[in-house]
């Protein structure tokens, strides 16, 4: 990292010819510990051969390796690959007086993007390559970072060719299924919310959601109320389901709307260029009443230790939690609380190891126990259920 300063440094004079170092020489940057490799790239009833062209469908086997070249069959986890189209071309604007327009080449174009599971040490992810690439051939690039209980791992692959459009891709018509709610599944349209409520869509299509950015048009926009001018980009916002590239999911918090009904709108577009659009109508009420949901504990009986969960109606604000544990007699045992500042509207996990408040374990058995939630407003709610503690 120093030298790549010094290089860059314009020359002077030897009493200024100074560089410095970034950070402490004495430490290493933290590259990941293993190399994800590329094994195998193939395509479906391709017209061009192994070439990635348009509306192709494309499978990506690869697996983790260490320094040495040797297969890690002890990684298990998660790999997150990024497919980018062709370098593209740019110009600089050149708006200062002593400055010129200068072309340069960027491969930022995303094509795809994949959660993929990793099982001892080997993965495979397939995808369609989106109707929007820029048919000019080059080569395309696979960007991963991989990471595991114990490890982490980068790498990628850039020896195949992207262009051209496959004239043997299956026919499609059809835009992509969309599900729309506001924060939680047991919405219906035209029910009320709060202000700052999180919108959730459940997108599925048989040859993948486009969210490529690539073409004019075909962004992921959300619209509220018909305002056009105002309309909502939510392509950065799409995160694919693990090991399934036909589905999706967009998590959007909307904040400060005013009191009134409103209409919300989402058209997506798949990677054939089809497009759909969704609809559902809604109630701000700003004096909506706080309320919970989906009260468990997991697991139910437990032994060692269970988490609480919990659904709210207050994405975006701080919420206090207490819990209460009684055992059947009536006696308090516990009382925890918690205070934690919501993104959604799922609670964090909140540990019990099946103490009391002594730090002494309880005898096994029923035990009733209350969720008590209260938001910024003071407002408050509770619920109640039950759990069995039994220990080994």
């Given at each position: 990292m120093g030298d790549v300063i010094r290089d860059s440094k314009p020359p002077g004079s030897l009493s200024t010819r100074n560089f410095a170092l970034l950070g402490d020489p004495a430490l290493k940057i933290a590259y990941p510990e293993y190399d994800i490799i590329t094994s195998e790239i193939s395509t479906i009833n391709n017209s061009n051969g192994d070439t990635l062209s348009a509306l192709t469908e494309v499978e990506v086997t690869g697996h983790i390796s260490d320094l040495a070249g040797k297969k890690v069959n002890g990684f298990s986890g998660m790999i997150y690959p990024v497919v980018y189209d062709k370098p593209a071309q740019y110009q600089t604007i050149g708006n200062d007086a002593s400055s010129y327009k200068r072309v340069f080449y960027s491969q930022n174009r995303v094509l795809h993007k994949a959660t993929v599971s990793v099982t001892d040490g080997g993965f495979s992810f397939s995808f369609v390559v989106p109707r929007d690439i820029a048919l000019n051939y080059g080569k395309g690039k696979i960007s991963y970072y991989g990471n595991s209980d114990f490890a982490d791992a980068s790498g990628y692959s850039s020896e195949f060719?992207?262009?051209?459009?496959?004239?043997?891709?299956?026919?499609?018509?059809?835009?992509?299924?969309?599900?729309?709610?506001?924060?939680?599944?047991?919405?219906?349209?035209?029910?009320?919310?709060?202000?700052?409520?999180?919108?959730?869509?459940?997108?599925?299509?048989?040859?993948?959601?486009?969210?490529?950015?690539?073409?004019?048009?075909?962004?992921?926009?959300?619209?509220?109320?018909?305002?056009?001018?105002?309309a909502l980009l939510l392509n950065e916002y799409f995160e694919p389901v693990m090991d399934d590239f036909q589905k999706g999911n967009i998590n959007y918090l909307f904040k400060n709307l005013s009191n009134g009904k409103h209409t919300l709108t989402l058209k997506v577009w798949d990677s054939y260029n089809n497009s759909s659009t969704a609809s559902i109508d809604f109630v701000i009420d700003q004096n909506s009443k706080l309320a919970i949901n989906e009260v468990i504990n997991h697991p139910n009986p437990f032994t060692d230790r269970t988490y609480f969960t919990f659904k709210h109606t207050r994405p975006g604000e701080q919420l206090n939690v207490e819990i209460q544990?009684?055992?059947?007699?009536?006696?308090?045992?516990?009382?925890?609380?918690?205070?934690?500042?919501?993104?959604?509207?799922?609670?964090?996990?909140?540990?019990?190891?099946?103490?009391?408040?002594?730090?002494?374990?309880?005898?096994?058995?029923?035990?009733?126990?209350?969720?008590?939630?209260?938001?910024?407003?003071?407002?408050?709610?509770?619920?109640?259920?039950?759990?069995?503690?039994?220990?080994?």
């Open positions: 060719v992207i262009g051209g459009l496959n004239t043997n891709a299956t026919q499609d018509d059809q835009g992509p299924k969309i599900e729309m709610f506001l924060n939680d599944e047991s919405f219906r349209s035209g029910d009320q919310v709060a202000p700052n409520p999180l919108m959730i869509a459940y997108l599925f299509d048989d040859h993948g959601i486009n969210f490529s950015q690539n073409g004019i048009g075909h962004d992921i926009v959300a619209t509220l109320d018909g305002d056009f001018q105002s544990i009684f055992d059947l007699n009536g006696r308090q045992v516990l009382q925890s609380t918690q205070s934690f500042n919501s993104t959604g509207v799922d609670s964090p996990l909140m540990e019990w190891d099946g103490t009391d408040a002594s730090g002494n374990p309880l005898r096994n058995g029923m035990y009733i126990y209350s969720v008590i939630v209260t938001d910024k407003y003071g407002s408050q709610t509770k619920q109640t259920q039950k759990l069995v503690l039994m220990k080994n």
